[in-house]
């Protein structure tokens, strides 16, 4: 499931006390201009208001607009906080700013903002919906619920909130629940490229595959470059390519950065990092320590905070630079990379003696080339730590969940081929040792 950034704001005038007729004449030519994309000749037109009238806070909301739209998002947000700040009453300014918060992955302040907004425009169905993308980023899902249904209370043929609410319905487990929301959606939107694909991954959850894979034939159809649809098209059909693509797999974990370790840890009770630490202690002699490490696919740091207690130096690789965000919170890094793992690891200038990868394996098929490039940055008796999902059948086999499954043989073949050799391995586990 995606789960999208909140919506942007619009440009819609407050009810602030009424400015003077210049004033006002000056705002609303901003605002068309805005509305028309003359984002230069609107900030002119706020620069002059500003002199004019330095404490209108429509000109701050309006230049926030301008601002992010350029990509300038500290700019916007200092903008918007400066219009609230000069008038509180100003409704579409807290909405903005709630929204480039929301944006920008800070769901606690957008949130706040929202709510402020909300306090002063309550039938706002827009807002509502911004709010409950902030809740589902902070994981509060029965609340986030509650402000979507009421947006779509407030709006019925609002096809985003629509889709929010499947989002949320998804993130709850409630997926016969998500399916009605994305086609009430797609009712709405019959060309929405997102609520096919979401429907898709809900309907495979309830094992509904021929419904799936229909929705996923629809969403290619709407959108031939949806590298997720077709991958998940490709497991659904039995297809086996090497390796999950790219984008797929950054897009995944981009937008499951905020929530990925509530939901895993809590919520999944997820443990493959400390139960893989335990195992590997049980072949290395007690006090041993590694000068060099690196975790492959670090991800938010889970497996760094296993094993950083036994290494003198930790770099971390991941393709996700949304969730090396989060992994460099935890200040137990030396070195934070974002790239593919092996175009990364083949620019290092260092050897490693511990090579950590903990679900990263099953979003690759073919481990030769990873296993190569290991092997080629692997100080002599370096250790190789993974974990993978485990069948017999063939070397690896793309699964209809989208990951990839491997065959124990397939792993002592790679592992001797890359002068490795297996010393433990337990319920799909592979520690190597060199």
Same mark, same amino acid.
């Given at each position: 499931?995606?789960?999208?950034?909140?919506?942007?704001?619009?440009?819609?005038?407050?009810?602030?006390?009424?400015?003077?007729?210049?004033?006002?004449?000056?705002?609303?030519?901003?605002?068309?201009?805005?509305?028309?994309?003359?984002?230069?000749?609107?900030?002119?037109?706020?620069?002059?208001?500003?002199?004019?009238?330095?404490?209108?806070?429509?000109?701050?909301?309006?230049?926030?607009?301008?601002?992010?739209?350029?990509?300038?998002?500290?700019?916007?947000?200092?903008?918007?906080?400066?219009?609230?700040?000069?008038?509180?009453?100003?409704?579409?300014?807290?909405?903005? /700013?709630?929204?480039?918060?929301?944006?920008?992955?800070?769901?606690?302040?957008?949130?706040?903002?929202?709510?402020?907004?909300?306090?002063? *425009?309550?039938?706002?169905?827009? *807002?509502?919906?911004?709010?409950?993308?902030?809740?589902?980023?902070?994981?509060?899902?029965?609340? #986030?619920?509650?402000?979507?249904?009421?947006?779509?209370?407030?709006?019925?043929?609002?096809?985003?909130?629509?889709?929010?609410?499947?989002?949320?319905?998804?993130?709850?487990?409630?997926?016969?629940?998500?399916?009605?929301?994305?086609?009430?959606?797609?009712?709405?939107?019959?060309?929405?490229?997102?609520?096919?694909?979401?429907?898709?991954?809900?309907?495979?959850?309830?094992?509904?595959?021929?419904?799936?894979?229909?929705?996923?034939?629809?969403?290619?159809?709407?959108?031939?470059?949806?590298?997720?649809?077709?991958?998940?098209?490709? #497991?659904?059909?039995?297809?086996?390519?090497?390796?999950?693509?790219?984008?797929?797999?950054?897009?995944?974990?981009?937008?499951?950065?905020?929530?990925?370790?509530?939901?895993?840890?809590?919520? /999944?009770?997820?443990?493959?990092?400390?139960?893989?630490?335990?195992?590997?202690?049980?072949?290395?002699?007690?006090?041993?320590?590694?000068?060099?490490?690196?975790?492959?696919?670090?991800?938010?740091?889970?497996?760094?905070?296993?094993?950083?207690?036994?290494?003198?130096?930790?770099?971390?690789?991941?393709?996700?630079?949304?969730?090396?965000?989060?992994?460099?919170?935890?200040?137990?890094?030396? *070195?934070?990379?974002?790239?593919?793992?092996?175009?990364?690891?083949?620019?290092?200038?260092?050897?490693?003696?511990?090579?950590?990868?903990?679900?990263?394996?099953?979003?690759?098929?073919?481990?030769?080339?990873?296993?190569?490039?290991?092997?080629?940055?692997?100080?002599?008796?370096?250790?190789?730590?993974?974990?993978?999902?485990?069948?017999?059948?063939?070397?690896?086999?793309?699964?209809?969940?989208?990951?990839?499954?491997?065959?124990? #043989?397939?792993?002592?073949?790679?592992?001797?081929?890359?002068?490795?050799?297996?010393?433990?391995?337990?319920?799909?586990?592979?520690?190597?040792?060199?």
């Amino acid at each position: 499931m995606k789960i999208r950034k909140l919506k942007r704001g619009n440009s819609r005038k407050s009810k602030t006390p009424k400015p003077s007729s210049r004033i006002s004449l000056l705002l609303n030519q901003a605002h068309s201009c805005i509305k028309y994309g003359r984002l230069v000749q609107a900030e002119d037109i706020c620069r002059e208001i500003v002199k004019l009238s330095p404490r209108t806070s429509e000109a701050y909301n309006i230049l926030g607009l301008i601002y992010k739209e350029r990509g300038l998002i500290d700019e916007a947000i200092s903008a918007f906080h400066r219009a609230v700040e000069l008038d509180g009453s100003n409704a579409n300014a807290f909405f903005n /700013l709630g929204t480039i918060f929301g944006q920008s992955g800070q769901y606690e302040q957008a949130a706040t903002s929202l709510r402020k907004g909300l306090a002063l *425009a309550p039938r706002t169905a827009e *807002a509502r919906n911004n709010l409950g993308l902030a809740l589902v980023g902070l994981g509060k899902l029965n609340e #986030a619920i509650i402000s979507l249904e009421k947006a779509i209370e407030l709006d019925p043929h609002y096809g985003d909130a629509w889709l929010s609410l499947g989002d949320a319905y998804c993130r709850q487990g409630q997926h016969q629940k998500a399916i009605d929301a994305y086609q009430r959606c797609i009712r709405f939107i019959p060309g929405f490229v997102e609520a096919h694909y979401n429907l898709s991954i809900a309907q495979h959850d309830l094992k509904l595959l021929p419904d799936a894979i229909e929705s996923l034939q629809r969403t290619i159809e709407l959108d031939p470059e949806h590298t997720a649809a077709r991958h998940m098209l490709a #497991a659904l059909s039995g297809e086996t390519p090497d390796n999950a693509p790219k984008q797929f797999v950054t897009n995944l974990f981009d937008q499951y950065s905020g929530s990925f370790e509530t939901d895993l840890v809590n919520r /999944l009770e997820y443990r493959i990092p400390t139960l893989l630490r335990e195992l590997f202690s049980e072949y290395i002699t007690a006090g041993t320590r590694f000068s060099t490490a690196i975790d492959l696919g670090c991800g938010t740091g889970l497996s760094g905070q296993a094993f950083h207690d036994i290494v003198d130096y930790l770099a971390g690789i991941d393709i996700s630079k949304k969730m090396l965000e989060q992994a460099k919170g935890k200040e137990i890094y030396d *070195a934070l990379l974002a790239d593919d793992l092996c175009e990364q690891l083949h620019q290092l200038p260092d050897l490693f003696n511990l090579f950590i990868a903990t679900d990263v394996m099953i979003y690759i098929g073919n481990l030769e080339p990873l296993f190569s490039t290991v092997s080629s940055k692997a100080s002599p008796g370096a250790y190789f730590a993974f974990s993978v999902e485990s069948q017999q059948q063939n070397d690896f086999t793309l699964q209809p969940t989208g990951r990839y499954a491997h065959a124990a #043989a397939y792993i002592s073949r790679l592992a001797a081929a890359s002068d490795f050799t297996v010393i433990a391995q337990k319920t799909g586990w592979y520690p190597q040792g060199r």
